[in-house]
T-cell receptor, first 111, second 112 residues
Framework: LAKTTQPISMDSYEGQEVNITCSHNNIATNDYITWYQQFPSQGPRFIIQGYKTKVTNEVASLFIPADRKSSTLSLPRVSLSDTAVYYCLVGAKAAGNKLTFGGGTRVLVKP | DSGVTQTPKHLITATGQRVTLRCSPR?????VYWYQQSLDQGLQFLIQYYNGEERAKGNILERFSAQQFPDLHSELNLSSLELGDSALYFC???????????FGPGTRLLVL
């Protein structure tokens, strides 16, 4: 069961890049890393998923070092609407796996 | 809109009662997940079903049970409710085992 650790909160300003690192020291070989964004009283929204190296989509990038014991979500040029809680999720694409959300990082984007 | 629907949106009940939360997954998704989120808490995985069968179990209390029906909708039954069961309950669905999960809007349960 891969436990994850994230910073509790981060502050940033509009237009800056935000990087959130998630530690998952006991990640298993077949585990993937997934990040979700959640606004108050709403369901989490999928942002990005990766297994190794770098993944990029239209909203974020995910950097995973070779040892896969951590990962970094990068949000380029954040806006006020990016203020949310970001969760790191580590789990296997296999039957019977247990799913673990990190504690979440509360990102506050200031004007 | 994720395509996952949950009913009801809000539910107020008393301690000791039993409630049923309903979830309809996205069209084509076979896997359904249930999560609990208490005030200021992170998401706690409860249980996963895949094509009608229980696939994974998290920290689900014995007072709670779930099932997935042939039409793939799922129900989460909460019984002998306690004040501490007040929370947001989210359902998520995915195409198969732990593919990208899409979350519904949640059911807010308040136990008085």
């Amino acid at each position: 069961l891969a436990k994850t650790t994230q910073p509790i909160s981060m502050d940033s300003y509009e237009g800056q890049e935000v990087n959130i690192t998630c530690s998952h020291n006991n990640i298993a070989t077949n585990d993937y890393i997934t990040w979700y964004q959640q606004f108050p009283s709403q369901g989490p929204r999928f942002i990005i998923q990766g297994y190794k190296t770098k993944v990029t989509n239209e909203v974020a990038s995910l950097f995973i070092p070779a040892d896969r014991k951590s990962s970094t979500l990068s949000l380029p040029r954040v806006s006020l609407s990016d203020t949310a809680v970001y969760y790191c999720l580590v789990g296997a694409k296999a039957a019977g796996n247990k799913l673990t959300f990190g504690g979440g990082t509360r990102v506050l984007v200031k004007p | 809109d994720s395509g996952v629907t949950q009913t009801p949106k809000h539910l107020i009940t008393a301690t000791g009662q039993r409630v049923t939360l309903r979830c309809s997954p996205r069209s084509g998704d076979l896997s359904v997940y249930w999560y609990q989120q208490s005030l200021d808490q992170g998401l706690q995985f409860l249980i996963q079903y895949y094509n009608g069968e229980e696939r994974a179990k998290g920290n689900i209390l014995e007072r709670f049970s779930a099932q997935q029906f042939p039409d793939l909708h799922s129900e989460l039954n909460l019984s002998s409710l306690e004040l501490g069961d007040s929370a947001l309950y989210f359902c998520a669905s995915s195409v198969s085992h732990q593919e990208t999960q899409y979350f519904g809007p949640g059911t807010r349960l308040l136990v008085l």
